[in-house]
């Protein structure tokens, strides 16, 4: 093994974390209670942990400078990463909790799911917050769409820079350079789109957000 090229899940799920958190900050206020949900893939798999655990800590380094806001964490859902699996989760945890406010998705494939569900509760529309991960163009354009719709924020994983980046290394392997990739593990930069970002990385050929050059 010469190296292993991916993005850093939890730090790129804490992008989203924090933006989310601000963004609840800016439409809730600094005072009261603030219900979230996420919603993963199956339970205890690593990139729903990885995702989940990035996520709440970004959410608390904006929330712990704010302690007139208690967060409820409710039970994580699952949706088998496929957007008709995530509908009735969301469904029924937006018609027992009509106070959500703020949905974390672990994939941007489960979206369509995860809106139909909240609008089936009643509940998608501005008093909701919605944070997602995987910079997938279907998403970026909503927001260049719907800037103050529910979804504000989406982590980017970057597959397209993920492949180059392998390119590069593979090279490094060839030419014998290890210190290309000292530890063996090369993550890359990723980052969180929000509607102010989303025209700027909005390309309609892409499938997912790439760095910008």
């Known amino acids: 093994m010469f190296c292993y090229v991916a993005e850093?899940?939890?730090?790129?799920?804490?992008?989203?974390?924090?933006?989310?958190?601000?963004k609840a900050l800016e439409k809730f206020g600094v005072q009261g209670e603030i219900k979230l949900v996420g919603i993963g893939g199956f339970p205890g798999d690593v990139l729903s942990d990885l995702?989940?655990?990035?996520?709440?800590?970004?959410w608390n380094r904006v929330m712990d400078k704010h302690p007139g806001v208690t967060t409820v964490k409710l039970d994580t859902k699952y949706g088998e990463w496929k957007p008709d699996k995530a509908l009735a989760?969301?469904?029924d945890v937006a018609t027992a909790?009509?106070?959500l406010k703020v949905i974390y998705s672990m994939s941007d494939v489960m979206h369509g799911g995860i809106v139909q569900g909240l609008?089936?509760?009643?509940?998608?529309?501005?008093?909701?917050i919605m944070a997602s991960y995987d910079g997938g163009m279907g998403a970026i354009k909503e927001m260049v769409d719907d800037p103050k719709g529910p979804l504000q924020a989406d982590a980017s994983n970057q597959p397209w820079d993920q492949g180059a980046a392998a390119v590069r290394m593979a090279l490094a392997a060839y030419n014998g350079d290890q210190a290309q990739c000292p530890d063996k593990t090369n993550y890359i930069e990723?980052?969180?789109?929000?509607?102010?970002?989303?025209p700027e990385y909005y390309v309609p050929?892409?499938?997912y957000v790439r760095a910008k050059n």
């Open 8 to 22: 850093d899940q939890e730090h790129t799920g804490s992008l989203a974390g924090e933006t989310a958190a601000q």
């Open 51 to 58: 995702r989940f655990n990035g996520f709440m800590a970004g």
């Open 89 to 91: 989760p969301i469904r």
């Open 97 to 99: 909790n009509p106070d």
């Open 119 to 128: 609008q089936q509760a009643g509940l998608w529309g501005d008093g909701i």
């Open 190 to 198: 990723t980052t969180v789109i929000t509607p102010a970002e989303a």
């Open 205 to 207: 050929t892409d499938t």
